[in-house]
């Protein structure tokens, strides 16, 4: 994956982005939330996720305390010296890491913590939820994360030019 590229094209992309963004806010929220799913599954079958990693890369999952309480067992550590030694609350008093790229991204794009990862990872990019309507903001912003995101952004400009 041509990370370069990519965030070339994406923030090329943005403001066509941002314009489709105000046509999908009028398209019907069973449609939409169809729509995006399916175009989530058919990236999926062709984006490999291993090759990229630039959400790993590029930025922080919110954590929740039930994360961070799983995560501080699987390193044999008290919840207090995770956050201490991982996370710091951002602008909106959440908790992130402290820095990027993800400390449990391994040199091959694996996750050290895969089965045990935060449940904001395990949506990632989120474009297969229920009540599209209520992220269709994250999910402009993830096209600039995400090349799948991109994709999809692509393509329903493609379709809304009809």
Request: charged letters at 30%; a positive charge; one cysteine or more.
């Amino acid at each position: 994956m041509d990370l370069e590229n990519f965030k070339y094209q994406s923030n090329t992309e943005y403001n066509n982005h941002k314009k489709l963004l105000a046509k999908l806010k009028r398209v019907k929220t069973k449609n939409l939330d169809q729509s995006f799913s399916d175009a989530h599954d058919e990236k999926f079958r062709k984006i490999n996720c291993l090759e990229c990693a630039n959400c790993c890369k590029t930025t922080s999952p919110i954590f929740i305390q039930t994360d961070i309480d799983r995560l501080s067992k699987v390193f044999g550590m008290k919840p207090s010296a995770f956050v201490k030694q991982y996370l710091h609350r951002d602008e909106d008093g959440d908790y992130v890491f402290k820095s990027v790229p993800c400390p449990f991204l391994n040199d091959d794009n694996t996750c050290l913590v895969y089965e045990e990862r935060p449940k904001a990872c395990k949506e990632y990019p989120h474009t297969n939820r229920k009540n599209m309507h209520g992220i269709l903001n994250l999910t402009l912003q993830n096209t600039l994360v995400c090349p799948a995101v991109f994709e999809i952004f692509q393509d329903f400009g493609k379709d809304f030019r009809k």
